[in-house]
């Protein structure tokens, strides 16, 4: 039997990875680095998984005939060459392998932190230039000092644990960390950036170049922050304020500044920056050892496999981190969050403004990307005519102009893991709350504010009727005589109203459903049909 999955690796790929995939029985491995775009677009159809680096650029031509083509691995972080749009609108993953250089970066980003608190750039330079000067290189100690981590991901966390160990007193700012600490109440979150500003010795930044993190570490910020501070820059170049640097530099404000990141790469050679003996620079090798390289190459076609079997996706880039290799919890809130959506669906009668999850439990927060896109695909999935995945439902979404927000908190809530789905649709907001309890079965415990306790699963009415005697014993009545069996009931009531949530045997007469709706008191009458658990 021919193996089940061609991979073309278009670019040249460390050889652990090539030998990874050689290695797999159902993957034949074509390596052809060197193809011009032309002769790339000509065959990429015939494969069912790609693999670069930085060096192929795959353009919407080079993606315009996808044949069999699934998805697109990047072995390395950066994905400016892959259009991540032409493969979105062809339903193509694109996945890169950002995980394999977390540790290196988070180390070089320490090594810098250490080599700026001994001088160590500026007193190797001296001695090279047959120098030996002890005094003006003396340095400070890290233990017992603040950093202050911006941006608390993967980098942002692993130099936290580092900084932990090394007797630093850690704090950190991530605004879409809703936390007050975090590591086991190690580290202190602030709300604000400029709230952690006054507290650190040394800031090192984590966080992606956008508009809110270009410039944020600029002359009005450096301002707050404590005289003499030294900060880091491992992540983008222009997170720190390139012109604003300097200048806090020469007033003594910056103690000193090391930087693996650039506005331009390379920085002109007539650049300050290089020269500056406050300014210790390295040319962007945050990821490059050779142990990150090949994880790079390992895990991308770790990754792209592991996708093309239905194991699981990890990485996606045009997928929000979805992942399927979920431990047994976190499957079970997957599964729920689409029940919730495909619940509270029928309530939107106007177009969505905004969708906001809340996750609460660190357990839940790793998942917030699966869970995000499931949820999606059951809140719109009836409302559009588009087939909704994975890959698509973010970008249709966002496309719509549905404001999507996620946020989550590492403390477990009252009752454990929660999710909570907002959806503000013009003057409205609709609310449903799940929890999954020790007996594995996913519950939604609140909708709009009533609360309740109740399996999401098989055919459910959900009816909001006026708060009046008699109201419940009508409907018992009218399904009795329409012969379709009750299973389950929840009544919840808030001020005049009550929201009557009914598992039902089998699937309603349509002809009952029109009744109940013209009952007086009854308001809505909504009918979901949703999958049965697994047994
Ligand atoms: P990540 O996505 O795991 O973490 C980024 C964190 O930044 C997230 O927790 C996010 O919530 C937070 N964040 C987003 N906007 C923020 C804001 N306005 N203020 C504060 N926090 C904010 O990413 P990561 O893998 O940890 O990478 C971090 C950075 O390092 C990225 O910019 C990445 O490109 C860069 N990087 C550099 C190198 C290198 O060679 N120097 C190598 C790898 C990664």
């Not at 609709?430 to 999401?456: A, S």
């Amino acid at each position: 039997m021919p193996p089940a999955f061609k991979i073309l690796a278009a670019d040249k790929l460390a050889d652990e990875g090539l030998a990874f995939i050689r290695d797999q029985k159902d993957a034949e491995l074509v390596n052809k680095p060197g193809l011009t775009e032309q002769q790339l677009a000509d065959i990429i159809g015939e494969h069912d998984g790609l693999i670069v680096r930085s060096g192929v650029q795959v353009t919407a031509a080079v993606l315009d005939r996808p044949g069999r083509l699934r998805a697109v691995a990047r072995a390395g972080v950066g994905v400016d060459n892959i259009d991540i749009e032409a493969a979105t609108a062809k339903g193509i993953l694109v996945m890169n392998s950002a995980e394999a250089s977390t540790t290196s970066t988070a180390e070089h980003a320490f090594a810098l932190m250490m080599a700026l608190a001994r001088n160590i750039g500026q007193s190797y330079h001296t001695m090279h230039e047959g120098g030996w000067d002890r005094n003006k290189f003396q340095g400070s100690q890290l233990s017992g000092k603040t950093l202050g981590v911006v941006g608390f991901g993967r980098i942002g966390r692993t130099v936290a644990e580092r900084a932990v160990a090394f007797g630093m007193k850690v704090v950190a700012y991530d605004p879409f960390f809703n936390a007050s600490t975090a590591l086991d109440g190690k580290v202190k979150m602030y709300g604000e950036f400029t709230e952690l500003l006054p507290h650190s010795d040394f800031l090192t930044f984590h966080v992606p170049l956008n508009d809110q993190t270009r410039g944020m570490l600029n002359k009005q910020t450096f301002a707050l922050c404590r005289q003499g501070v030294r900060v880091i820059n491992a992540a983008r170049g222009g997170i720190i304020s390139e012109a604003d640097l300097l200048p806090a530099i020469e007033s003594g404000q910056c103690g000193g500044a090391a930087l693996d990141v650039f506005d331009t790469e390379p920085p002109p050679a007539d650049s300050p920056l290089r020269t500056h003996p406050k300014v210790l620079v390295t040319p962007h090798l945050g990821a490059s050892t050779l142990e990150a390289q090949r994880a790079v190459s390992v895990g991308a076609a770790t990754a792209l496999l592991e996708y093309l079997r239905g194991e699981g996706i990890s990485g996606a880039v045009n997928a929000g981190g979805v992942r399927l290799d979920l431990d047994p919890i976190q499957a079970r809130f997957v599964d729920l969050s689409q029940r919730m959506a495909r619940l509270i669906a029928p309530m939107l009668c106007q177009g969505i403004d905004r969708v906001t999850f809340e996750l609460t439990g660190k357990q839940l927060a790793s998942a917030a990307g699966t869970i995000e896109r499931m949820a999606l695909i059951g809140l719109l999935g009836k409302h559009l005519d588009v087939p909704l995945n994975v890959v698509n439902v973010k970008p249709i979404a966002e496309q719509r102009g549905i404001a999507l927000r996620t946020v989550t908190t590492e403390e477990d809530g009252l009752g454990g893991l929660e999710l909570a789905i907002e959806i503000e649709h013009g003057e409205e907001t609709c609310r449903i709350v799940g929890r999954v309890y020790n007996d594995d079965r996913p519950r939604v415990v609140q909708i709009n504010g009533y609360h309740m306790d109740i399996v999401p699963a098989g055919v459910m009415v959900l009816i909001l009727n006026e708060d009046t005697p008699g109201t419940v014993g009508l409907v018992g009545t009218d399904f009795g005589q329409a012969g379709v069996n009750i299973a389950d009931m929840a009544i919840s009531r808030r001020q005049t109203k009550a929201l009557m949530t009914l598992k039902l045997d089998g699937e309603p007469p349509e002809a009952l459903i029109n009744r109940l709706r013209h009952r007086p008191g009854i308001l809505k009458v909504m009918i979901v049909k949703l999958p049965e658990l697994p047994q």
